[in-house]
């Protein structure tokens, strides 16, 4: 979403966004209470966010801790080639491990972070050995264990 589709979102598609956020499984009904229009002029705001590709979809949310998934370790990769065809090379291996929750290419002293979560460190070596070793152009990698999730915030904080 470039700057102007941004800014053809106005207070009542924000209120929608905030609200699913919060309950994605809310009726179109309560919806329209809770941003205070009728039911039809937001089951159609609701559709042309869908189309619109803003919201790109609904799922469950998952406590990690108690799915035993509680070892956090922040990756700092650094590649040995960054051309396109690598990067992109890159991207499609990582989006194969279900291990990296998150991956971002950073303009910086390092060419992208990832987030990866598993149950232990052994667990999380395991990963490091059998797929992160193995991804396309890496040239090495900087591996930090958080400890403790401070703040984690939804998209619904900053809308």
Do not use: C, W
Not at 30 to 42: D, F, V
Not at 74 to 88: K, N, P, Y
């Amino acid at each position: 979403m470039d700057q102007t589709e941004q800014s053809d979102l106005d207070r009542f598609d924000r209120a929608i966004l905030r609200v699913l956020a919060g309950d994605g499984r809310i009726s179109v009904t309560e919806l329209a209470r809770e941003i205070g229009l009728s039911k039809s002029p937001t089951q159609a705001r609701l559709r042309r966010l869908e189309r619109d590709g803003v919201i790109t979809g609904y799922r469950a949310l998952f406590d990690p801790i108690r799915l035993g998934l509680d070892h956090v370790s922040f990756v700092e990769v650094r590649l040995h080639d960054t051309r396109e065809a690598a990067l992109a090379e890159f991207n499609a291996a990582v989006s194969k491990i279900p291990e990296i929750e998150q991956v971002h290419l950073i303009a910086g002293n390092f060419d992208y972070l990832m987030k990866i979560r598993t149950q232990s460190m052994s667990d999380y070596r395991r990963v490091l050995a059998d797929h992160i070793s193995t991804l396309p152009h890496l040239a090495n990698t900087s591996t930090y264990v958080a400890m403790q999730a401070v703040k984690e915030n939804a998209v619904s904080d900053v809308i």
